[in-house]
C-alpha cells in the first residue's frame, strides 16, 4: 500500500495535466467539499461499517489539514486518493475530476507470474518509437519497481486517474543489460470528460483500446472442442453460446476479463451447470444475498478448461475458482488477480453555477463461497501452470492456449497428433 501511495504523489507531481496554478480560496472550498462528500460516502456505504478498524473520522481530519496546507489543487486530490486507498480495498477508488485529454502510450503490459512485460504494441506508437516492443520487461518506471500486488493500480494512476504526458521506463530484453527510455503519449484532444457512471468496474480502463463495443470470440476446434473468449461480464447476454455446438470439451478463456456484472456471470455459469446451485454469496451491511445459478440450455456440462492470467479479476475469478471447487473444470494459465468485491460508482459534483464532476467506486459487498472462501487478496491458483515466454510474447504465440487444448482433447478421447497449426 505504501508503494501505491508513492506512486499516486509520483504521479500527481510529475504530470502535465495535473494543474499547476495556485490554490485559491475557491478551490481550497472546493477541495475540502469534495474530500467531505468522499469521505461520507465510504462511511455510508463501504461492505463494512467498521471500515476496516480504522479511525475514518480522524484520518479525515488530517486530509483536510493537507488540504487547507496544500499550495496546488494537486496536492489536494493527493490528500483524498490517500485517504481512500488506506482501506487497501481493489474496488474501493476516489476517480478525482476527469480530465478530456487522454494520453495513449502505444502499449499494453501486464503480470506474467513475478515479472511486468509488455505484450502488445500499436505500429508507429509512441512506445514503438521509443524503442519498446513486445516481451520487453518492465524494470521500473520512474521510480517504481513493478510487483503483483499493485502493478494493475499503477497503470491506471499514470494513464486515467492521474495521466502522464510522459512515462520513464527501464526496461531489459534478453540478457541485454537494462536500458532507460521516455515515452511521450500521443494526447487524444476530447470535448467532454470521461463518465465513469456507465463502467461497472474501473479495471476496463487498464487497457488503452477499451471499448463499451467489445467484441467476443467463440467457435470450435477441430470440430468438438468448444472455445469461447469472453473479454468481461458486463453485458446481460454474455455471448450467442448455441455456437459452441455439441462440444466435447470447453475452453473458457477468461484472460484479461476484469469482471462486471453478477448477473451476467451467473447467467453465463447456468450454462455450464447442471443443477440449480448458489455460485457465491454478497454479503453486505445488513444483509447476505447468494448469487444462484439456474441451469438453462444449451448446456455443456462436459470438461471445462478455463484460462486465466494476472487480469482475470472479479466475476471471471468467481466463475473460475467455482467450477474449479466443485471439480467440473481444470484451471490452466497463470495466477488471477486476487480482486474479488462487489462494487458500485456513486457520481458526485460539487459547484453552484459550474459543477466539477468526480465520483467514487465504493465495495458494498465482500463475496464469499459456501465454506467461508474469499478471493480479495487471495488469487486464483491454476492447476497448469503456463506462462507465455519472452520469445512467445515476441511473435504472439500462445502456449496456454495450446496447453489447454490438448488438455481439451485428452478430455475429449482424442489421442491423435495436435493439428500443425495449434502446435506452434
Known sequence: MRCVARLIVAALFLSVFASAQQMDRLDRERMIGMLNVVSKDVEKNFYDPSLKG??????????????EAAKMPSEAITAISLLVDKLDDSHTKFLPPSRVNRPFFGFEAKMFGDEARIYSTKPGGAAEKA??????????????????????????????LHPMSELKITYQRGEAPPQTVTVTAKVKQGTMSLDFSKVENIYQYLVENFSDDEKYFWGMLEGDIGYIEVPSFSAEEVVPIRALGKSKATIVDLRGDPGGRIDSVAEFAGHFESKPAVLANMIGRKKTEPVKIKPHGPNFD????????????????MFARYFQKTGQAKVVGDVSSGRVYAS????????????????????VSRVAFADGEELEHHPVVPDYPCLPSEADLRVERDPCLKKAVALARKAAGRTE???EKLAD
Open 131 to 160: 524503442g519498446l516492443r513486445m516481451g520487453d520487461r518492465i524494470v521500473q518506471i520512474f521510480n517504481y519497481r513493478p510487483t503483483r500486488k499493485d502493478f494493475d493500480q499503477a497503470m491506471l494512476y499514470y494513464r486515467l
Open 344 to 363: 458500485r460508482y456513486y457520481s458526485e459534483g460539487i459547484g453552484s453555477s459550474s459543477v466539477i464532476p468526480f465520483g467514487v467506486q465504493i465495495s
Open 417 to 419: 497428433e495436435l493439428p
Open 302 to 317: 462436459v470438461p471445462m478448461f478455463i484460462l486465466l492470467d494476472s487480469r482475470s479479476a472479479s466475476a471471471a475469478e
Open 54 to 67: 480504522l479511525n475514518w473520522r480522524e484520518l479525515t481530519a488530517e486530509a483536510r489539514t493537507k488540504i
